[in-house]
């Protein structure tokens, strides 16, 4: 495989883009995308299962989004709707209000990313509540502007020299079943997880004084943890008696990603407020905040506004996102390659002893890589070795949570295209259970 033009292009990026902006892989420098297929500057094709960071959810340059682009650019590339008004808004607000599932009147706020849209919801909930304090939870991602970083549960090292923080935000434990402290399982246990959050509230965190409860409904950038639905259960039930918004950030989780709309519909609760990032906009800057409409009755004139959001060419391609995935029924079709990616990793299980769990729905898949299945210490050394292999073999496969194979590809890649990928990871298993990825790309491969 040729590398040379990526190589190069690395060189300059070190030169000149700050480190606090990439936590590097492989020198993979993409030149074009199409469908589940990434090619780099050297000509090299790869299998993305990656999809941008769960972003493309339609695939790469859909010809229907790309069409959707060039026609809104023709006409009105941008102006401010902080002051005025353009269809591609309004049309592109009622369509995601009336898909998001909430009960009665709703509102929206668009933004640029999930991190601000965090920021967002933030404000939304504390100036309808007129409380302070918010809980969010420990290995969560809510993002990088200085409320969603606070937010946010894993990663200290991001949050290292620039405080203080946001204040009056409490952080309580989230399931991880697979590690359970407590030696609980899922189907039987008497949620101890919940038991420090429970006693807060009844002791020193008056919930008269909380906001609201933000969480990833499954918290994607820990390893894909998946919290048993009577946890999410009893957790809206600690909130309601006291007017506590319940806040799900679906900015990796939603769209189809799991096999289903949104991650939080894997369990019977009712959010109050959804929050969009990531594949919202079809690889375009796109986030949104929508909820019920009293909730955004708190926030007053330009309280979360920009100048350049909502942007008319952003949203003709997240208008005709949302159509592809209903038309093209990638919702379905995400379960149903998931359910077939997740079997097919399970047989490789059985083979090599460093696969302590594949666990996931839909097409947003973890293989914890671990050092024994007794202990379930996790080996980061095996996830950036086996990344940086698969790379090398034309396969983008990168980690999260130091390591847990990350398995996100477009929810329309081909049967075809998953068979070839599964081929490339078994083989790359193979090489490093006998140990022929020398450490020296561990160098290199830093990850996530």
Not at 118 to 133: F, M, N, P, Q
Not at 256 to 264: A, E, V
Not at 407 to 434: C, G, H, W, Y
Request: a neutral charge; charged letters at 25%; hydrophobic letters at 40%.
């Amino acid at each position: 495989m040729k590398t040379g033009q990526c190589e190069k292009l690395v060189k300059k990026d070190q030169q000149y883009l700050t480190e606090a902006a990439r936590a590097p892989y492989y020198p993979l420098g993409v030149r074009t995308a199409k469908g589940s297929i990434v090619t780099d500057l050297d000509g090299n094709d790869f299998i993305d299962l990656l999809g941008s960071a769960a972003v493309m959810n339609v695939g790469h340059n859909h010809p229907r989004v790309v069409r959707a682009i060039k026609q809104q650019a023709e006409v009105l590339i941008q102006y401010t709707t902080a002051y005025m008004y353009h269809e591609p808004l309004g049309d592109f607000a009622e369509v995601i209000t009336q898909l998001t599932p909430i009960a009665g009147d709703k509102k929206v706020i668009f933004g640029f990313s999930g991190s601000d849209a965090t920021d967002g919801a933030i404000k939304l909930v504390r100036s309808y509540t007129r409380r302070e304090k918010i809980i969010a939870f420990e290995g969560s991602y809510h993002g990088t502007t200085y409320g969603a970083l606070t937010l946010t549960g894993i990663g200290d090292g991001m949050k290292k020299n620039i405080g203080p923080m946001l204040p009056g935000v409490h952080h309580f434990e989230y399931p991880n079943c697979y590690r359970c402290p407590y030696g609980d399982h899922p189907d039987t246990c008497s949620l101890p997880c919940l038991r420090a959050m429970e006693e807060a509230l009844k002791t020193w965190l008056d919930p008269q004084t909380v906001a609201g409860v933000f969480l990833e409904p499954i918290e994607g950038d820990a390893g894909i943890l998946k919290p048993p639905k009577k946890w999410m259960r009893r957790l809206e039930e600690l909130l309601r008696p006291h007017g506590i918004v319940l806040v799900v950030d679906e900015v990796q989780t939603g769209l189809g990603r799991t096999g289903k709309w949104f991650g939080s519909d894997h369990f019977e609760v009712q959010p109050d407020l959804f929050i969009y990032g990531k594949s919202l906009g079809a690889g375009m800057p796109l986030s949104a905040v929508v909820g019920r409409r009293e909730i955004f009755e708190g926030l007053r004139t330009l309280g979360h506004a920009f100048t350049n959001g909502s942007n008319p060419v952003v949203m003709a391609a997240a208008m005709e996102n949302i159509a592809v995935i209903k038309e093209e029924n990638l919702v379905e079709r995400s379960r149903i390659q998931g359910e077939y990616f997740k079997k097919e990793l399970l047989k490789l299980k059985n083979d090599f002893e460093f696969i302590g769990d594949v666990r996931g729905d839909g097409l947003s898949i973890g293989v914890d890589l671990v050092m024994d299945r007794e202990t379930r210490t996790p080996n980061g050394t095996a996830a950036k070795k086996i990344a940086y292999r698969a790379w090398e073999k034309q396969l983008i496969l990168t980690f999260f949570a130091g390591n847990v194979l990350r398995i996100q590809p477009p929810l329309n890649i081909e049967r075809s295209l998953v068979d070839q990928a599964l081929s490339i990871m078994e083989k790359t298993f193979r090489e490093f259970s006998r140990d022929e990825i020398p450490d020296e790309v561990l160098k290199i491969s830093k990850g996530w």
